[in-house]
C-alpha cells in the first residue's frame, strides 16, 4: 500500500501483550495511526524467562529497538538437554537468521523486562489500559468496537491480539475453547546465588524425566536465573492450588541439587498455571480484522516459540501491508505466510520431551541439526 493510504489508516489494536505491543511498533512505524486497548488496569508479567531467538532480534534490529531489547538481556550461544541426574542427551546452538551478517544471537530476557522494553518504545498516549473488549461489530472494510467502560471506537482494521482466551477469535472466526494439556507450569525467578552452582553461564538446561522438565534460564543481566518446572497433573484449573510437597514430588529422582532449589522456594514468589494451547483455526481474518500471537495460534511451551512466534506475525503483518495494494489482499497475505508456520509449531510444541522423545528427534548424538527445541 501507499504510504498516504497507510497514513490513513486507523488501526485499532485489542491487548497489550507481546503480539499486540510489538503489532503496535511495527505498524506504527508504517506511519498508520494506531491505538491499543488492554483489559488490565496495569501491565503485569509473569516472574519467568524466555528466550529470544535471532530472528525475534532481528525484527527488533529492523524496529530500531534492538538495543533496548539487548539492554535488559542476556545473549547465549546454545541449550542443552539433560536427564534429570544430570546427564547429557543433546546440545546444540541456537539457531542463526539464515544470511544474517550480524552474528545476531539468541537472548535471554526476564518476561516483565521485555514487555517493559516493548511497551516503552511506544508513543505516549498509545495504549489504553481498562479497556475490555466486550464486541466486535465487522462492518466489512471498517469494524465498531464496544468496550466494558463504555467506549465504543471505530477502526479501519482491527488486530485482535488478546492472548489464548481472544474475544476477536470468539466472535468472528471459533467458538472453540482452549485445549488442556495435561499439565502444570510453575514458574520463578531465583537468585544466583541459590542456584547451587547450576547456573554459570548464560546458557538454557532443561532436564527431563517421569514426564517433569526443568527449565534453567539464566539472567546474568539480573544476576538471576528462572526456574521453570512443567509436570505433569490431570487438574485442569486455570490457577490450580499446589504446595510445595506437590512440587517436591514431581521431582523425586532429580539431581538434588535441583531438589534443594525447590525446597528452598518462597511459594508466595511462583506462578501456577495449568498448561493450555488452542487447536489450528482455519482462518485468521476478515477483510479489516486480523488476529496475531496466541490469539491465533496458542502453543504449548515445550518449542520456546510462543511469544517469538507474536513478535514475527507482527513483522508480517506490517510486511504484508507494505506490500499489498488493499487491507484485505494484506491480511490474506499475512495469513498465507505465518499461519503454516505456526500450524506446524503448535503441532510439534504438542509433542513431549521425554528422553526417548529427544532420542528420537536427535538419534544417537550430543549434537544435532534440529533447529527448535526448548525455550
Ligand atoms: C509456561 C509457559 C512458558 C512459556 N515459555 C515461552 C518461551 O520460553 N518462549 C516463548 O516464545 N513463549 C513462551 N510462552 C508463550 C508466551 O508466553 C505466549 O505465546 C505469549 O505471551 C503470547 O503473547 P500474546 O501477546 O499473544 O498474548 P498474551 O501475553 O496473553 O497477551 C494478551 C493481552 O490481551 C489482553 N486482553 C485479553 N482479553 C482482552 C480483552 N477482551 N480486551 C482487552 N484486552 C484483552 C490481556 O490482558 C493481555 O495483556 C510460554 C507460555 C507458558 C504458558
Not at 517469538?308 to 504484508?320: E, K, P, V
Request: hydrophobic share 40%.
Amino acid at each position: 500500500m501507499q504510504s498516504s493510504e497507510l497514513e490513513n489508516l486507523k488501526i485499532a489494536i485489542v491487548g497489550a501483550g507481546y503480539a499486540g505491543a510489538a503489532a503496535a511498533k511495527a505498524l506504527s512505524l508504517l506511519g498508520a495511526d494506531v491505538n491499543v486497548y488492554e483489559q488490565a488496569s496495569q501491565i503485569r508479567e509473569v516472574g519467568a524467562g524466555i528466550g529470544l531467538r535471532p530472528s525475534t532480534m532481528d525484527r527488533f534490529r529492523q524496529w530500531g529497538i534492538f538495543d533496548a531489547v539487548a539492554q535488559v538481556s542476556s545473549p547465549s550461544d546454545y541449550f542443552e538437554i539433560l536427564t534429570g541426574t544430570n546427564d547429557p542427551i543433546m546440545k546444540e546452538e541456537w539457531p542463526a537468521v539464515p544470511g544474517d551478517t550480524e552474528g545476531t544471537k539468541t537472548h535471554l530476557i526476564h518476561r516483565g523486562d521485555f514487555i517493559d522494553a516493548l511497551l516503552g518504545v511506544l508513543p505516549e498516549g498509545m495504549v489504553h489500559l481498562g479497556h475490555k473488549l466486550e464486541t466486535l461489530e465487522d462492518k466489512g472494510d471498517r469494524s465498531v468496537l464496544t468496550f466494558t467502560n463504555g467506549t465504543i471506537v471505530e477502526a479501519d482494521l482491527v488486530i485482535g491480539a488478546d492472548g489464548i482466551k481472544s474475544v476477536v477469535r470468539q466472535q468472528l472466526f471459533s467458538d472453540k475453547g482452549p485445549v488442556f494439556s495435561g499439565e502444570h507450569a510453575y514458574r520463578t525467578v531465583i537468585s544466583v546465588d541459590d542456584a547451587y552452582g547450576m547456573a554459570t553461564d548464560d546458557n538454557l538446561r532443561m532436564y527431563i524425566g517421569r514426564g517433569t522438565k526443568v527449565y534453567l534460564l539464566p539472567l546474568r543481566h539480573r544476576g538471576q536465573v528462572s526456574f521453570d518446572i512443567t509436570a505433569l497433573c490431570p487438574d485442569s484449573t486455570w490457577a490450580p492450588t499446589i504446595t510445595k510437597e506437590d512440587i517436591l514430588a514431581t521431582l523425586e529422582g532429580f539431581d538434588e541439587r535441583i531438589v534443594n532449589i525447590a525446597r528452598d522456594l518462597d511459594m508466595d514468589t511462583v506462578s501456577i498455571r495449568a498448561v493450555y494451547d488452542i487447536d489450528p483455526v482455519d482462518v485468521w481474518h476478515t477483510d479489516s480484522v486480523a488476529l496475531v500471537g496466541d490469539a491465533a495460534h496458542s502453543m504449548l511451551h515445550h518449542q520456546g516459540q510462543g511469544a517469538n512466534s507474536a513478535i514475527l506475525d507482527a513483522g508480517g503483518l506490517a510486511d504484508a501491508l507494505k506490500e499489498a495494494d488493499s487491507v484485505k489482499e494484506a491480511l490474506a497475505l499475512y495469513q498465507a505466510n505465518r499461519k503454516p508456520v505456526t500450524d506446524e509449531l503448535q503441532r510439534i510444541s504438542r509433542q513431549g520431551w521425554t528422553e526417548d522423545e529427544v532420542n528420537d528427534v536427535f538419534p544417537g548424538q550430543k549434537t544435532a541439526a534440529q533447529p527448535a527445541a526448548t525455550k
